[in-house]
């Protein structure tokens, strides 16, 4: 039977929970998935019949998944990420969840004494460094780079290019934070420490809403409230420069360039392409004509496969590489680019709200404590917590209650949500197409 696995949140959108899915039917043995938990007793029926899972107990409430589970797989909406991980370690329960770990540090230090607890086990799922051609950039610049001079990254999607698309949970802060930066932003970051051992010291960025009105969702929402696209340029610990750009309205996949002592290095992760300029590092590059590139394509599936078998390590105990002190420097970084994001667009919404004007708005800000999580093989980045939030209008749930009904993360928004915001802007909603001015936010990040 094997470490069984619970499966939190079955919605379709981008499909996320099939994924994780596939990824432990490839354990061979190591483990079943033994109860699925999400907004609708049908949600979870319609994942167990694209899998062919028999056997499964199928609930909407999560308490009643810990209690037939050895570890879970969160796949809800940001906001739940949390609340949820926490009761599930609470419970003494490993956890692998989507990223963010949460929306924002409030209450103060809730992410840091649950993760400083010596039984939890949690891992936040950055599929992509479980890649072939991430795994050979790294070894690369570990072998041949010396001092990393210059890093470049972008990552982006099409889908949500389309006007035409509905409003989304990801789009409404209350469930998600920020947009494009915590949605991509966040893998780039990841991608940066974890391969070229990039850390930022800090950061200035821009962000911008380009279809601030959407069609109605069930609720007749219609006002993105987030980020649609997000550029930032920062200074790495050692003297790297970084500029990192994202975009869900039109980019494609993933893209990293590397450059420093040894040469330059080129990845398209989604391609499976990785070319390498060498240069020796008391002299020149080599011929341009010596650039070699190497093909590592491989199905999507392979990476939430490694993925699945490293979270398995991670609940049987198995060491982590890293340690703690670097696993908290790496989420002080991510926390506080997310914090620039939420900044930025605050001041979107405001000035969307009361006519925008053409002044570039500067904010500085003070730099949060960041957050520690153990992952297993390497260290994982994560982004800032959020407060629990409640839900109401389900008889089963009581509103005091932070473990009732699932809120899948691809599912449409179809539950009121009230979550309480450090920081509070008043939106209003309109008819009318607006156009928004980027703004820019500066946070210099402290070393632990």
Not at 416 to 440: D, I, L, N, R, S
Request: net charge neutral.
């Amino acid at each position: 039977m094997g470490i069984r696995i619970g499966i939190v949140g079955a919605g379709t959108t981008v499909a996320i929970a099939d994924r994780h899915v596939e990824g432990f039917l490839a354990q061979e043995g190591r483990c079943t998935v033994a109860a699925v938990c999400s907004r609708t007793l049908e949600g979870c029926r319609r994942l167990c019949v694209r899998h062919g899972l028999d056997g499964v107990r199928m609930t909407t409430r999560l308490e009643e998944l810990l209690d037939v589970v050895d570890a879970v797989v969160l796949c809800t909406p940001n906001q739940f990420h949390l609340p949820y991980t926490e009761r599930a370690v609470e419970r003494g329960k490993a956890v692998l969840l989507e990223k963010p770990l949460g929306l924002q540090t409030a209450p103060p230090g809730q992410a840091e004494r649950l993760l400083a607890r010596r039984d939890a086990r949690v891992m936040v799922a950055y599929v992509y460094r479980y890649t072939a051609v991430v795994e050979r950039l790294r070894a690369l610049l570990r072998q041949r780079m010396g001092r990393v001079y210059l890093a470049q990254a972008s990552q982006g999607g099409t889908r949500l290019a389309d006007p035409a698309v509905p409003l989304e949970w990801r789009m409404r802060r209350s469930a998600s934070g920020s947009g494009a930066l915590g949605d991509f932003g966040s893998h780039l970051l990841d991608l940066l420490q974890y391969a070229a051992g990039v850390e930022l010291a800090e950061a200035a960025g821009y962000g911008g809403t380009f279809l601030p009105n959407r069609r109605p969702d069930g609720q007749g929402n219609t006002c993105v409230e987030n980020d649609d696209a997000f550029v930032f340029c920062g200074r790495g610990t050692g003297g790297a420069l970084c500029s990192v750009s994202v975009s869900r309205v039109g980019l494609d996949g993933i893209h990293l360039c590397i450059s420093g002592e040894g040469g330059l290095l080129r990845a398209s992760v989604e391609e499976g392409v990785l070319t390498y300029w060498p240069k020796a590092p008391d002299g020149p590059y080599a011929p341009e004509g010596e650039a070699r590139s190497e093909h590592l394509a491989e199905p999507p599936g392979l990476r939430f496969a490694r993925q699945a078998a490293a979270f398995l390590d991670l609940v049987e105990g198995r060491p982590v590489e890293e340690g703690p002190d670097k696993l908290k420097l790496t989420l002080q970084i991510v926390a506080a680019v997310l914090l620039v994001a939420l900044i930025v667009i605050m001041v979107l919404i405001i000035r969307r709200c009361a006519n925008p004007t053409d002044q570039v708005i500067t904010t500085p800000t003070q730099t949060r404590e960041a957050t520690t999580l153990i992952t297993p093989s390497e260290t994982t980045t994560t982004a800032t917590p959020t407060q629990t939030s409640t839900l109401t209008g389900n008889p089963l749930w009581p509103s005091s209650s932070p473990a009732g009904p699932v809120e899948t993360a691809d599912a449409a928004d179809t539950t009121t949500t009230t979550t309480k915001q450090t920081t509070k802007a008043t939106t209003t909603t309109t008819k009318k197409t607006t156009t928004t001015q980027p703004t820019v936010a500066v946070i210099k990040i402290g070393r632990a």
